[in-house]
């Protein structure tokens, strides 16, 4: 899947060009909020600035997304992960390398980037053990 | 000066229209809204010419708006919009339409919703994860894998059993129900039996949602009419009252304070119209609960305070879904195995209950109707009471 960034989240695929996932942080009461974030979830402030992430964070929610099987092959399987990063927000990401019997909610979590060859280079969430 | 704001001018739904519906094809949304509107006009025994007021909510392929009055040549109408908030839209139309009534601003207000999601040709899946472009945040979302409605109910379903120990077999139970009430519907499209063992063995659509989880996807439009009692008394339809109406969106924020998954807007619009109408849970003796999936009911049944938060689960699987229970939940089937249009679906099975038309399905005491909408994913929440008689 090739991914396109638009005017909102240019600056965050900036940072994931270089490796680095980006969140929110509120300039009038320091909180941090996800990176799709306009307005700040506690003050309401819009003047929000862009903050490196420690990379870090746990599994709230998941589920094994079942694609429709085509041309005899198995049916693929995809782990769409609600991860929480340890700075409080959360994020949509596919979850690799862990097989879903393993999943469990507070699952610790580390980020790395998938980097397909089209588009944007995207957050992607592994085992942090 | 007094003025001409009537406090007791009672709002009543003197008209239901449902068209042909399910895997309908060559006919456009706006068709299927047209006739819906027509056919509740008829059914409340009136014409065209009699209706002042029109709300119309579009669905998945839109179409459904303004231009149906034109469609209709509806003239010197005194209430026209577009409304919008998913599946809580035919709450909150009725509401809205309620309102007009009882300020005097229309007389005969229509609530239309009509949608084609289905295409000849394609499966019911391919309707709600159709492909877009991956751009931006929302590419960050589908890149995870949520490319589809049901993959992000998913998430809020398995953060509830992950909270609470919520199990598949627990939503089955509420497939499984439904599907028994809808034998008694001849309006639903699946009237087959199934067990607990169909449900457990249908496939997976989005972990921890399978197939029997799921909604049904129907061509189709449903239409209610809105009108005052008195006007309603020499109409020919028994009259259905709006008792209450409450709306709640919790605007969940995208953080771990988040309820997303584990409470939904019923827990705020439930008691909000339960107070309006004048009467507490306990009076309800009929519920139907938006059921965009078997979780959806889940949730609302914990929400509403049917059961205890964490409870629905096993509240399911105790049986109290089930017809000839006390309390007569989903009476029609449902989304789940009658017909989805969205919030009109839990709606007119409402406005069926509540005349008595049930035949072998009507709940055998029907005073207090409760009746919710939701929409997006769990972001809009609307509650209705509705009842055969003036107050509750």
């Known amino acids: ?21 980006l969140l929110r942080r509120c300039d009038d009461c320091g909180r941090r909020s996800a990176p799709r974030t306009l307005t700040c979830p506690a003050c309401h402030s819009a003047r929000l600035a862009w903050e490196p ?26 782990v769409a992960g609600l991860v929480q990063l340890d700075e409080g927000p959360w994020l949509h990401a596919r979850i690799d390398g862990i097989d879903p019997s393993g999943l469990r909610a507070g699952l610790p979590l580390t980020v790395a980037f998938d980097r397909p060859l089209d588009g944007e280079a995207v957050p992607v969430f592994q085992s942090a053990d | 000066m007094a003025g001409t704001l009537i406090a007791a ?28 509107v027509r056919l509740a006009v008829a059914d409340a025994g009136l014409d065209l010419s009699d209706v002042d007021g029109l709300l119309t909510n579009a669905g998945l392929v839109g179409g459904v708006g303004l231009g149906l009055q034109r469609r209709l040549q509806l003239r010197d109408l005194s209430v026209l919009s577009e409304i919008q908030s998913y599946g809580a839209s035919a709450g909150a139309m009725v509401s809205y339409a309620a309102m007009a009534v009882q300020a005097g601003m229309a007389n005969a207000v229509v609530c239309v919703f009509a949608d084609t999601p289905l295409r000849e040709g394609l499966g019911s899946s391919a309707a709600y994860s159709r492909p877009r472009p991956a751009v931006g945040f929302d590419g960050q979302s589908r890149h995870a894998g949520l490319t589809s409605v049901s993959a992000r109910y998913a998430l809020a379903a398995r953060r ?45 659509i989005a972990e921890p949602l399978r197939l029997l989880d799921c909604c049904l996807v129907s061509n189709g439009g449903v239409a209610v009419l809105v ?10 339809q028994p009259p259905v009252h709006i008792l209450g109406w409450a709306q709640s969106h919790p605007g969940y924020p995208d953080a771990g304070e988040s309820s997303f ?30 059921d965009c999936y078997t979780f959806t009911v889940l949730l609302s049944l914990e929400d ?12 399911a699987a105790s049986g109290a879904l089930a017809p000839k229970s006390s309390l007569a939940f989903n009476t029609g089937g449902g989304q789940l195995s009658s017909y989805y249009m969205w919030g009109m ?48």
């Open chain 1, 1 to 21: 899947m090739t991914i396109t960034r638009d005017d909102a989240s240019a600056a965050f695929f900036d940072g994931t060009a270089r490796g680095v996932l």
């Open chain 1, 53 to 78: 992430a420690r990379g870090t964070g746990t599994l709230a929610s998941w589920t094994v997304v079942h694609h429709r099987p085509a041309g005899g092959v198995p049916a693929p399987r995809t």
């Open chain 2, 9 to 36: 001018r009672r709002p009543v739904i003197a008209g239901l229209g449902i068209t042909e519906m399910g895997r309908v094809y060559g006919r456009s949304a706006e068709d299927f809204a047209a006739a819906a």
């Open chain 2, 160 to 204: 509830h059993m992950a909270a609470y120990g919520t199990t598949s077999e627990h939503l089955g139970a509420i497939a499984v129900a439904q599907r028994a009430w809808a034998a008694g519907n001849p309006l639903a499209q699946m009237r087959e039996p199934i067990t607990l063992a169909d449900h457990q063995a249908s496939r997976w």
């Open chain 2, 227 to 236: 009108t005052s009692a008195e006007r309603a008394a020499h109409l020919p």
């Open chain 2, 261 to 290: 998954g584990l409470e939904s807007g019923a827990a705020r619009s439930g008691p909000a119209a339960l107070k309006m109408a004048g009467v507490g849970l306990s009076d309800v003796t009929v519920a139907e609960l938006y």
């Open chain 2, 304 to 315: 509403y305070g049917f059961c205890a938060k964490g409870e629905g689960g096993p509240f």
């Open chain 2, 345 to 392: 679906t839990p709606l007119s099975e409402a406005v069926i209950q509540a005349r008595g038309h049930g035949g072998e399905r009507q709940a055998p005491r029907n005073d207090v109707i409760l009746v919710s909408g939701n929409g997006g994913i769990l972001d809009h929440h609307s509650t209705l009471v509705l009842s055969p008689y003036a107050s509750g």
